[in-house]
């Protein structure tokens, strides 16, 4: 039976953090272990009475429980893409220099450097030179880098052959918490998963879609936060599209909504809110199969009922719907100057944008669909890092190790402080978005249809724009191509797998 892309519930609150690193240090013991029961007829031990100091435990990390290693000083090496500064995942300015996200990522490499007597060597470049660089180290045998961190474009580098599968990959065990079980369910094919992320790349859980609303606004309009109503499962798409309703006002009379004169209910850009919005009500344009196979699925009734709550959004209620790359960031000044209630976001552009925002805000989730989804779901898109490994590592165990360790360490001492890294430079702590953080990142998915960029993915983004509300034409018109483009794919994974 064909079966929707998954959505992976991932706790990050500190007692189930707790919880599973225990648990796997009891796997490990469990594992490593042969040690016999000791004999009560020669065991002294219960009857020592000799004073003794009681040993102060520290409590486990994620990266404790793994094995140790000594790797005799090797020079880690790394390329990461420079896309939007995102090699902060594991470049840094090589010590701490007061920069949250550079202190912890310095703090997390030095720990795993120590544990396992290495050296990590982090460079970056643009994105075509990562691709092109893991081709030519594999085709002419080199082992220039050990690990890669890219965006969506790395999947050519995947279908050709080039990549390492991280299921068979030593020493890294992708069932553990540190990795996006989403990410792994979106795309994998047939069992093979060349592309993974989580927390070891922070700007990959930056990268995750929310809503932001003013606060300052909200109370002068004397209306309610929605916190409550996220976490009683009552935050709708339905609700937001009542509550924008009527908020968007002409303040000057002059019979048009302009940017900077007027009070909008939404401010959007439109090549992340019809994604945030469409994958946050559930939607989706694929499914998997029994045999982990992607296959196009357009379940028509489906997107048209989430895509005429978008249409109330963004073009009834008279949003703020930027389209032109020349003035994007209007987007967020419209908000951050008081000119919307609502404003779609990333949590990289709080930090960009919003650090000099006089209101008060908080962040959501994007709202279900209806009460019976299940959970929040947050979309990520393709410009997010993947980290990747070549096929022919020098050492499979070692390079496997390695990269277990960063990510755990990164689930020990980076994401617990990703909402600080969202909010720095501003003197505020909201508990009420800090939680509302938690549940963001707890809730990604993956459409393989959108990260691959497959034909009609953007099918909601071109309706918007056009103000068109005929969503089953726009889908039909794209669904050959978007077939072929996917069974490509698909074909690509499953020869790599017999070769």
Known sequence: ????????????????????????????????????????????????????????????????????????????????????????DIETAGEENGDILNDLVFRRNSLVEERYNIKIDASNADGSTVNSTIQKQVQAGLTEYDLYFHNCTVISVATGGYLYNLYDMPNMDMSNPWWDK????????????????????????????????????????????????????????????????????????DGQMT??????????????????????????????????????????????????????????????????????????????????????????????????????FGILPNPKFDQSQEHYITCVNGAGNFIVIPNNPADAARTGMITEALAAAAYDGITPSLYDIIIKGRNIRDEDSAEMVDIIIGNRVFDPHFINNISGYNFAQNLLAKANKDVVSSLTKTQKNAEKNMQKIIDAYLENANS
């Not at 960031?329 to 925002?357: E, H, L, V, W």
């Open 182 to 253: 989403a990410a792994l369910d979106g795309l994998s094919v047939a069992g093979m998963a060349y592309m993974a992320t989580g927390d070891i790349s922070p700007t990959s859980l930056m990268i995750s879609s929310c809503l932001t609303f003013n606060k300052t606004l909200f109370a002068e309009y004397d209306m309610e936060l929605p916190y409550d109503m996220v976490r009683n499962g009552t935050w709708t798409i339905d609700v937001l599209a009542e509550m924008t309703k009527g908020l968007s006002r002409d303040l000057n009379g």
């Open 259 to 360: 940017y900077g004169d007027d009070l909008f209910a939404y401010s959007a850009w439109s090549y992340d809110q019809p994604y945030a919005l469409f994958y946050g009500a559930g939607g989706s344009l694929s499914e998997k199969d029994a045999n982990d196979i992607p296959h196009i699925a357009y379940d028509f009734d489906r997107i048209t009922a989430i895509y005429d709550y978008m249409y109330q959004i963004v073009v009834e209620n008279k949003a703020y719907y930027v389209t032109d790359s020349a003035i994007y960031p209007q987007t967020y000044s419209c908000f951050t100057n008081g000119g919307a209630f609502f404003c779609d976001a990333m949590f990289f552009k709080i930090d960009r944008y919003f650090r000099d925002m006089d209101d008060e």
């Open 1 to 88: 039976m064909p079966k929707a892309l998954a959505i992976h519930m991932n706790k990050r609150s500190m007692n189930p953090r707790i919880a599973s690193i225990f648990l796997l240090c009891a796997l490990l013991s469990a594992c490593g272990s042969n040690k016999p029961a000791a004999d009560p007829a020669t065991d002294t031990s219960a009857t020592d009475t000799a004073p003794h100091t009681e040993a102060v435990t520290e409590e486990p990390t994620a990266l404790s429980a793994l094995p140790t290693a000594d790797y005799s000083g090797h020079i880690f090496r790394v390329l990461h893409e420079n896309q939007e500064n995102q090699q902060v």
